[in-house]
């Protein structure tokens, strides 16, 4: 591949990547307490709180990342059956729309771990945060790792040892955003998300236009030769746990992943709880469903145009495809606006994931332990501090991160599935199942993590122990959209079995006579 990385190209990514950052700072310039710098004093309108949980979710990953998963990793393999997942994410927003988010605005909430606190104690509250702070590091971290790729392939050829240019890429991207998110806040985080999305839904596009202008006989000859090597197939009926892209992975794993993601975890409640109400929150989860399934559309008919231009060439990662095109085929200028949209949608990301980090360390462990409040002048300055210290915490894990053959999309939403079936099982367990205690929470919590790690790792455990391969085969075949189905019902049977061994909690109790008295 020659690289064809221009000065125009240069030109252009430091004055978009100086742009955006500006932006950032100026957005974000007004911050009057804790309270505005992580949900932006509750001022966002609805449509820029939509395009911020999409490009948050989708951002750099998918432009990187998706597009491979219709070329294929090997011959005979790719096609648009992911889809299936992205249509099982539209449910779960419905369902976190009604269920999740009327409670989540029925107090001041700043983090979605302190509606657990008003159920069951602050000890849930610490643990679920906790629980979400790992996670999202693990997970962020695979974000800032892809997204250094294009990076990597850029500053490549002036770098003598190769061995350092993938750290190098990982380095400028982590010490750009720490700085863009310690100065920013939650309104810098969705007004420039705003722009990143815009950008790269550009840059896809543009490479629909390239790759047809490329290939004889434009489009139509691609869908031709995709659609006569089953490319462009979207439904697998197969029934079974073993595949990832069927069509009931997709709508039912898909949905509770949908739940999880988007009614459990920091990242996505923070930005709905930025929404000026209810209504509003409710609007922009749902208007992002379609949304994030149109942009999944889009690249992955990427990857299918770039399979028919390549002639379904074997590449060493599928994540390297696409970049691998932009450096190398599109026009001067606009090589240079796409590696900077996909650079900066990551800073953004990757700075909402600092933030919501920040805001959980504050809010759910500093003040309940301190007793400040969260208007204390010194709060804001504290959660400034924990930015900056999640800022390079996230940076040295995308370091020791290490390319093993799997796109990392779905190497990024594997490490969340792990843990958030436990996270909606709580939750889950404190909406409808009155009896639940506390106790019983943590219990079901810890229950279905652990289950999950020893599902999750069979594979790797298998292969350390020859001795249980056999055993641990069936747990090592289902496919990662099943997770967090599997943990949520073993984190509420769990949690249920706990309530069964004390007496109905008095709260518990008072609500069933009310109940009774109103039938």
């Known amino acids: 591949?020659?690289?064809?990385?221009?000065?125009?190209?240069?030109?252009?990514?430091?004055?978009?990547?100086?742009?955006?950052?500006?932006?950032?700072?100026?957005?974000?310039?007004?911050?009057?307490?804790?309270?505005?710098?992580?949900?932006?004093?509750?001022?966002i309108p609805w449509w820029a709180v939509m395009f911020s949980v999409v490009a948050s979710e989708t951002s750099a990953l998918t432009f990187i990342s998706t597009p491979g998963l219709s070329y294929g990793s090997t011959p005979g393999t790719g096609d648009l059956g992911f889809l299936q997942i992205v249509a099982g994410y539209v449910i779960?927003?419905?369902?976190?729309?009604?269920?999740?988010?009327?409670?989540?605005?029925q107090g001041e909430l700043v983090t979605a771990y302190a509606l657990l606190e008003k159920r069951f104690g602050l000890g849930a509250r610490?643990?679920?945060?906790?629980?979400?702070?790992?996670?999202?590091?693990?997970?962020?971290?695979?974000?800032?790792?892809?997204?250094?790729?294009?990076?990597?392939?850029i500053i490549s050829p002036?770098?003598?040892?190769?061995?350092?240019?993938?750290?190098?890429?990982?380095?400028?991207?982590g010490l750009m955003t720490v700085i863009y998110t310690y100065?920013?806040?939650?309104?810098?985080?969705?007004?420039?998300?705003?722009?990143?999305?815009?950008?790269?839904?550009?840059?896809?596009?543009?490479?629909?236009?390239?790759?047809?202008?490329?290939?004889?006989?434009?489009?139509?000859?691609?869908?031709?030769?995709?659609?006569?090597?089953?490319?462009?197939?979207?439904?697998?009926?197969?029934?079974?746990?073993?595949?990832?892209?069927?069509?009931?992975?997709?709508?039912?794993g898909g949905a509770f992943l949908s739940m999880a993601s988007h009614g459990t975890d920091q990242l996505i409640v923070q930005r709905l709880l930025s929404s000026r109400s209810l209504r509003d929150a409710q609007r922009a989860i749902i208007g992002s469903g379609f949304a994030v399934f149109a942009q999944f559309a889009l690249f992955l008919m990427i990857g299918?145009?770039?399979?028919?231009?390549?002639?379904?060439?074997?590449?060493?990662?599928?994540?390297?495809?696409?970049?691998?095109?932009?450096?190398?085929?599109?026009?001067?200028?606009?090589v240079g606006l796409i590696v900077a949209a996909i650079v900066a949608a990551t800073m953004s990301t990757h700075s909402?994931?600092?933030?919501?980090?920040?805001?959980?360390?504050?809010?759910?462990?500093?003040?309940?332990?301190?007793?400040?409040?969260?208007?204390?002048?010194?709060?804001?300055?504290?959660?400034?501090?924990?930015?900056?210290?999640?800022g390079v915490a996230l940076t040295l894990g995308a370091l020791l991160f290490r390319e093993q053959g799997t796109p990392a999309v779905v190497v990024a939403l594997g490490i969340a599935s792990f843990t958030y079936g436990g996270l909606l099982g709580a939750f889950f367990l404190g909406i409808f199942?009155?009896?639940?205690?506390?106790?019983?929470?943590?219990?079901?919590?810890?229950?279905?993590?652990?289950?999950?790690?020893?599902?999750?790792?069979?594979?790797?455990?298998?292969?350390?122990?020859?001795?249980?391969?056999?055993?641990l085969g069936p747990f090592a075949r289902i496919a990662w959209p099943w997770y967090v189905l599997i943990g949520t019902s073993i984190t509420m049977v769990a949690g249920i079995l706990s309530s069964l061994t004390h007496p109905v909690p008095a709260v518990a109790a008072e609500g069933s006579k009310a109940a009774e008295a109103r039938s």
């Open 126 to 153: 610490r643990f679920t945060s906790i629980v979400f702070m790992v996670t999202r590091a693990m997970a962020d971290s695979v974000r800032v790792f892809a997204t250094a790729i294009p990076v990597a392939l």
């Open 352 to 390: 909402g994931a600092i933030n919501s980090l920040a805001a959980a360390t504050t809010h759910d462990i500093y003040l309940p332990l301190t007793g400040r409040r969260a208007d204390d002048p010194r709060t804001l300055r504290v959660g400034k501090l924990f930015a900056l210290a999640w």
């Open 158 to 173: 002036s770098v003598e040892n190769k061995a350092l240019v993938m750290p190098l890429a990982v380095i400028i991207l």
């Open 1 to 43: 591949m020659t690289s064809h990385f221009t000065a125009l190209d240069a030109a252009v990514l430091l004055l978009y990547l100086a742009g955006t950052t500006a932006l950032g700072i100026w957005v974000g310039r007004r911050q009057k307490d804790a309270r505005d710098y992580f949900v932006a004093d509750r001022a």
């Open 433 to 471: 199942w009155d009896r639940a205690n506390q106790r019983d929470c943590i219990t079901g919590m810890s229950v279905g993590i652990l289950c999950m790690a020893f599902i999750v790792f069979a594979k790797q455990i298998g292969n350390a122990y020859p001795a249980l391969v056999d055993t």
């Open 183 to 252: 100065r920013g806040g939650m309104k810098a985080v969705v007004w420039t998300e705003l722009v990143q999305a815009g950008v790269y839904v550009f840059g896809g596009i543009a490479a629909l236009v390239i790759i047809g202008h490329a290939v004889p006989g434009g489009w139509s000859a691609i869908f031709s030769s995709a659609s006569q090597s089953g490319k462009l197939r979207v439904v697998d009926t197969y029934f079974g746990l073993d595949r990832a892209h069927t069509i009931w992975a997709g709508l039912i």
């Open 92 to 105: 779960g927003r419905f369902v976190v729309a009604w269920v999740l988010l009327p409670r989540y605005f």
């Open 304 to 334: 299918v145009g770039l399979w028919v231009f390549y002639q379904g060439a074997a590449f060493p990662a599928t994540d390297a495809i696409f970049p691998s095109f932009i450096v190398s085929r599109m026009p001067p200028g606009l």
